[in-house]
Nanobody, 121 residues
Framework: QVQLVESGGGLVQAGGSLRLSCAAS????????FGWYRQAPGRQREWVAA???????NYGDAVKGRFTISRDSTKNTVYLQMNSLKPEDTAVYLC???????????????WGKGTPVTVSS
């Protein structure tokens, strides 16, 4: 069983920054990567970023150049540094554990409850 707990969300003005964390526990060794997704009200869940075991990363076009995903394997924690935030980044941000292969993240059915991010204009 896998547990994922996100934290770090909040209210920030446009142009500001936030750092999200996802603490993972349980049977995560079956997977080699983590991903961040987001879901805004009335919209489909959107993939944001992913990181593989070696530290290789990939990003969705909407956040490329502004967000940075990283991981601390000793703490089994994944981070999402979000800079230059825009109102359209407002969403609940969710963590997923899965496999990162050839530039693509294949998520699992393990999700955290998410952490809300609100960016005011």
């Amino acid at each position: 069983q896998v547990q994922l707990v996100e934290s770090g969300g909040g209210l920030v003005q446009a142009g500001g920054s936030l750092r999200l964390s996802c603490a993972a526990s349980g049977s995560t060794r079956s997977y080699n990567g983590f991903g961040w997704y987001r879901q805004a009200p009335g919209r489909q869940r959107e993939w944001v970023a992913a990181i593989g075991l070696s530290g290789i990363t990939n990003y969705g076009d909407a956040v490329k150049g502004r967000f940075t995903i990283s991981r601390d394997s000793t703490k089994n924690t994944v981070y999402l540094q979000m800079n230059s935030l825009k109102p359209e980044d407002t969403a609940v941000y969710l963590c997923n554990v899965g496999n990162y292969l050839s530039g693509t993240f294949y998520g699992s059915h393990h999700w955290g409850k998410g952490t809300p991010v609100t960016v005011s204009s």
